[in-house]
């Protein structure tokens, strides 16, 4: 990996990229404007630079890994603006194997102290039309499926928008590129702390990339203090795609994490109260009256609908599922009052995250799961009024550690109050993180829903366990759903961040089986072996078993890889990978001898050959392999299954069949040594 | 008092008042606009019509009068939009002997539950070119000078703005408005809730005048849920100014105290270590240090810039001065961490409002504070980052009670955050009074300054003593200061609303007296008596005295009225009145026979006689009056000051003789029965 810095011959700060002698990303302009003029936009002068090496090991509270190195070159180059008092910027980067990071840092200085990021001005010119895996450019969500065409044909113009459309040629980092000539490119940021998410305007002639902050209600991009520094630059590359799945990149540019206990934070699989009202078999209200008060509403008094999920009797059979099964936890939707028109209102006082409704025992439910060795998962949906959550989140975190949670699932679906801001936006990425802090301060885990996409914060705050910020499996509930291929691109781009709450675990596919009337056509486009492999394959430390009780009891011997499959790593091999096609990884799990493999595929049908050279020569293992049933294919016969048991050590191959849209699940269990 | 309502030719509903056969408003226009269209802008259809008379009399917490009556009729208009879906309106009108009141209902209805307030199109078309008192339309302030035109001459854009103007026919209510014919028309609002404060755009031709919302950071206006009303429009109408100030109207139109155990609830005078800051004699910061973070900040390592003014010493001797003078309580400004760069940075993380500087020692001073019967005042000054202090208002609060403290002055200085939001929106507004909620919730009582101008919601909230939202005294040491006419306008516009935390009583009226070399100049427009006599003139339940304890010591005879004058009230008499030129009021002491008189002049030298039959008849009275000195004059002699006694009855007159810029304040102490 090679990083030129130079100023271009007007002035401008240049910086640009090669690997293996070939060009990643050619003299890039860097900047940023502020409000009020006088930014880092233009001719700047070089007052001096340092050059420092790095090599270091550290181990995450959990991951994917049990060490991780982060060895890089830094250069420090000092930039004094001549046109503004002498007003001085620093750009930092850091050279790795496996690619570059970099960031403007504002140092203490007279001539700039509080100060107003109105855009930044960074580019990333690729030297050719890649093939680029991208969603649109959009200021709150990142629920879209994934484009994959050349960067001159990137359009988001058709796209059906989930909020606020960009221009259309704006799309979301992580980006995920491949060059003709071979190069996986991988463009992203690190640490988004006190600064907005960026986005990227592609020009379809010239293959460049701008740096486009998300705005807040007035315009403006950042509001800073020096000493200050923005999120780093992230451009990850590689001459083969497993490896960019491998990077530590991002998670080497955060900092170490803030929480110096960590015992009470618990990598762990929950079942609940949810996917049960995706398939219209219960809703999260408890009444069908809508046009509710949340102060003036007696909630005794509303006319129960009769199929309200989060009632005590529903949710004491979850939590004898998750005992009986050793899963930890169970997350309840729809236990407080509001859900009776919390959405798309944009209203203020939805919810107040300290009120169960009539037919939810908070109490009855605290201790018959402690009875039973569940914790209870909390859900708080905000409904994206984060000033009223904001001022209740004291009161709700209290009452939590009074009930005995101390995991939380937040959501913000719908448009931000304070009104004129973005899910993306500097004063949301502060919400995000400071509820992050305020939660490890209770000790709480979190799992955030529609939140601004992860670039690695997990290691800094290891009680964020995971977010979504991604379409995530729900959709194939609502909506046209996710392509096949969906699964195989998100861990090139959204998981690129950190780990995602998927939801996998479907086991009940066509969707009818819940609800014929209302579900008519409606499934989950997977294999059920898929379903197993995604347990593997997209990395998170929170796993759902997202599918309802009786789809599990239904078919305990596929259940059986969920019940094993672990949630915290010891170590990682991405085997086989290529965004859009397919996806092969095997973990070998946290503190023990056992690995697990996923390998799921697009909507094509393939043959995986793995060599298990990943198992510890001179031991044998017992694979138990979940795959997909003959004749299965993800839209005709998405449920046939077939399991088998084979010895294998780490001589042995494997040879994995995968349906049109499919996967395998396999399990690998040490069974002896093999005699000498 | 006669109302009219009518539709127009076109169908626009509209309303006429007239008062003794005289017009006051010219039949005017009705509606609403709404965000996607479907308002209540244009023709509409009277669906019905009701009429109710209500005769009651309620009992204020405090307040000027022991009984208020609450005397109306009432006419509801049932309109309907057959534009858009029958989508219902009602238009509520209370007609007064002294004025008029009326409010948009948006009744419970199929088409029409969640909807977004554009722009309010109520119209105030005057007869008449008439005399305004105003200040310019600011969504932010309110601390202006008022300006005295014909309503023709309205232009604001001369003036320098405070935060941000409207356009330069736009000013603020109340507004004060005098005819040539001789009637005296207040315009207002009362019950300002869960919506915008109400502007008005002035047509110099027409002497129409038309509602502007002031809107959020999206343009729009209110977010409302029917059903849902919108606050009250007031017209307030005598044919003298003093019934003006009598007038009831505003109260009446709010709600009772949602308060129902008051005994917590105490009219007080209080002292602060807040003026020897604006005169330059200490600071609220600690250290002199700049750019500081308040996360990252060791308070204790700073270096004390050594006039600090609220030290742990400073502020014994404050309450030792209260218990000494029976005054009720000490504020303290400056008593906690961010005052070295707490404004006009934009900035989010200010005050944490729970950590005291290291030479404030809360503990020390609740305790010594005990022992001596005084209560501490908080302070919680937001710098308007309303999000931080939303977040921190819990905790804050729990802090004042742990440490005695039962009462909070506010501050929201600067421009708010959310960025984009004004202090006079709803989202503000919504704070405010969230705010006096909460503090009621908590047995605390409130003095809001920068807050959105009060309009009788001290009914429903008598915890929430006093606002600023005006120009106050504190302009007299920092600027060109406040003319001398300023008081005798301020009753008939900001005092409409609700009582003000003006912080009369300054004796050091040359401020070179406090600090020659940086206070060059610089005075209080005002003599000395005037100072007393504000006490009686400025209603309110909180009275500051706002010198510094050693101008009281000087002036122990003049500083007796201060410790005599009461904050509560049976009774009140407004004598004379003129705005713009003089004001004599008297008092009746809650629940005393005492009676106190404060008579107050522009720069004019006026001799005031008056009649003291309000006094009762049969009683013989001390009056103590303390008047200007000879010679006296705000400019030239502010200082000079002669105090008198002599004994009256109900049948006695005094002559007072006020200075320019002067006034007198009188005491009245019964001593006896006449002998018949």
Redesign the interface.
Known sequence: MSLTFALAANGQPTYAVTYQQKPVIQPSRLGLTLAGGGGFDGPLVVTGSETKDVDETWQPVWGEVKNIRNHYQQLTVHLRQPAADGRRLDVVFRVFADGVGFRYEFP?QASL??F?VRDERTEFNLPADHKAFWIPGDYDSNEYTYTTSRLSAVNTAGIEPIQLKAAPTTVQTPLMLKSDVGLYVNIHEAALVNYPAMMLNVNPKTFGLTSQLVP???G?AA?L??PEHTPWRTIVVADNAPAVLASKLILNLNEPSKIAETSWIKPQKFVGVWWEMHVNKATWNYADT??I?LANTDWTKLKPNGHHGANTANVKRYIDFAAKHGLQSVLVEGWNVGWE?WAN????EVFDFVTPYPDFNVQELQAYAASKGVKMMMHHETSSSV?NY??R???ALRFMKQHGYDAVKTGYVGRII????HHDGQ?MV?HFNRTAENMARQQIMVDMHEAVRPTGLHRTYPNWLASEAARGNEFNAWSTGNPPEHETILPFTRLMGGPMDYTPGIFQIKLEGWNAARNQGKQVHTTLAKQLALYVTMYSPLQMAADLPEAYEQRPDAFQFIKDVPVDWDDTRILLAEPGDYLTTARQAKGKAEWYLGSITDEQARTQTVRLDFLPPGRRYEATIYADGPGASWDQNPMAYQIRKLKVTSKSSLTLKLAPGGGAAVSFKPVGKIKA
Chains 1, 2 share one sequence.
Not at 345 to 348: D, H, I, S, T
Not at 418 to 421: A, C, I, M, S, V
């Open positions: 203490q102290t509080y107003v807040d209600a007035t403006n509001y203090q020096a809508t046009n008060k028109d209102n944009w209203k203020e000033t904001e001022r989140q004291d009161a304070p009104r004129g801001e004063w502060n």
